[in-house]
């Protein structure tokens, strides 16, 4: 993967001439799930920024005509030790995993799956969907629940609103708003509509560090403007955000959270500890759907108890083989 198109780290002083380094995630073009799938703008990981809090990865897509883009079609594919949230604006998307959830991902509702030990899922939007928009991120499970049996959790938030603006908090507690979905470390997520030329300023966790990602207008974010589709980076120790939105108003994902204060090894879809436990996580994926070099065809999946992503609906699409593991050994990150 490249990253040189990562923009220089910016400076800002606040008025209290402390200088706060803020990072502008720049995002990356990456086809999603194969050369037929519609292409996704990463913004996590990057060569400079591994983590936000404990959120791992972030993938924005859309707004896509799913007749040219082909929309979301994602195949049977594993996870371990994080766990994906998937959060909508437009369009549906229909989720199947081997934990035996069915579900359709709507705007302003997020699904949240754990993986845990170990969980496959497939992603394929719906044949009513024209248009695709929206983002997937993962959390990295902290060592101590890791292991978990894999779970999905489903929550629609009540929208929050004042003068200019609209906020859905999916994940954690932000201007009144809880979530009741559980973390297992302290994280937030919240999607904030503002109306043009709408400030807002929000009581902010020191502990947590930042991430804001502009899915449309443009915004100055604690005086620093942020572009469309990027992400900015706060680090931990502001005690308030404040949000100013363009003329054309905006709409953001905040993110954050505790760092997470352990480093990961992250390939593929998986999340581990060491380059070993990824190379054992593939072994076992493609000794699961038939073919050690992943050309067969998805298992019929046994019901056996051994299963790490396991069992599986039959007559589904054949599942994703993993790609070969690069030639030097995985870093641990973070
Ligand atoms: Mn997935």
Redesign the pocket.
């Known amino acids: 993967m490249s990253n040189t198109e990562v923009a220089p780290q910016e400076i800002l002083c606040e008025t209290d001439m402390t200088c706060v380094g803020v990072e502008i995630l720049v995002p990356r073009q990456v086809p999603l799930g194969g050369p037929r799938a519609m292409d996704v703008r990463r913004t996590l990981p990057q060569r400079q920024r591994s983590l936000i809090g404990a959120w791992c990865f972030l993938d924005h897509y859309g707004p896509d005509p799913v007749s040219d883009s082909g929309g979301m079609q994602?195949p049977r594919?594993p996870?371990t030790g994080l766990q994906?949230v998937s959060w909508l604006f437009t369009g549906e998307i229909e989720h199947r995993d081997s934990a035996g959830f069915h579900a359709t991902v709507r705007p302003g509702e997020v699904n949240l799956?754990t993986a845990g030990a170990g969980i496959s899922?497939s992603?394929f939007s719906t044949p009513d969907t024209a248009v695709l928009h929206g983002a997937?991120l993962w959390v990295a499970l902290p060592d101590a629940a890791r292991h978990m049996a894999p779970t999905f959790e489903h929550y629609r938030p009540e929208p929050v609103t004042g003068i200019g603006w609209t906020m859905r908090v999916f994940l954690g507690t932000l201007a009144g708003s809880a979530s009741p979905v559980a973390t297992h470390t302290p994280l937030l997520g919240a999607e904030i509509l503002l109306e043009a030329g709408a400030e807002l300023t929000l009581e902010s966790d020191v502990s947590f560090e930042h991430g804001l990602l502009v899915d449309s207008g443009n915004l100055v974010l604690n005086g620093h403007a942020v572009a469309k589709d990027h992400l900015a980076y706060l680090p931990a120790g502001h005690a308030s955000l404040t949000l100013a939105a363009g003329s054309d108003g905006a709409r953001v994902l905040l993110i954050g959270g505790e760092p997470l204060g352990e480093k990961i090894v992250m390939w593929w879809?998986f999340v581990g500890r060491s380059h070993d436990e990824i190379v054992a996580f593939r072994d076992q994926w493609q000794a699961e759907i038939g073919a050690p070099d992943g050309s067969g065809p998805a298992s019929a999946a046994g019901a056996g108890t051994d299963l790490r992503f396991g069992p599986f609906p039959p007559g589904q699409a054949a599942a994703l083989p993993a790609p070969a593991l690069p030639n030097a050994r995985i870093r641990p990150r973070g």
Request: hydrophobic share 20%.
């Open positions: 994602v594919h996870h994906t799956m899922h992603e997937q879809n």
